[in-house]
Nanobody, 121 residues
Framework: QVHVVESGGGLVQPGGSLRLSCAASGFTLDDYAINWFRQAPGKEREGVSCIASSDGSTWYADSVQGRFTISGDNAKNTVYLQMNSLKPEDTAVYYC??????????????WGQGTQVTVSS
């Protein structure tokens, strides 16, 4: 059964860093692209980043471009989202989700339970 589990969220001060992990089971990172989404209170869910299994190509939302880096470790079957220079507006629940394809379409398949990221002084 396809399953993803997020971890690594927490409270961080503005300008700080966090690394989120998305551990995959029931499939390998060769099978699906992996997306990160986030949802802040009172806002719609938005796509943050994606890494394709086909060629490792990546996509970032304009709001995180240059600050966030997505990567995959096939040996650990885990995708990471390194978040640097965090801003209060990055506060949200972050979700990992498989894509429905091996390239990035932003169409989610299986979702994780989410991990809270709070950026505040």
């Amino acid at each position: 059964q396809v399953h993803v589990v997020e971890s690594g969220g927490g409270l961080v001060q503005p300008g700080g860093s966090l690394r989120l992990s998305c551990a995959a089971s029931g499939f390998t990172l060769d099978d699906y692209a992996i997306n990160w989404f986030r949802q802040a209170p009172g806002k719609e869910r938005e796509g943050v980043s994606c890494i394709a299994s086909s060629d490792g190509s990546t996509w970032y939302a304009d709001s995180v471009q240059g600050r966030f880096t997505i990567s995959g470790d096939n040996a650990k079957n885990t995708v990471y989202l390194q978040m640097n220079s965090l801003k209060p507006e990055d506060t949200a629940v972050y979700y990992c989700a498989t894509d429905q394809h091996y390239y990035c379409t932003g169409e989610p398949g299986s979702w994780g339970q989410g991990t809270q990221v709070t950026v505040s002084s």
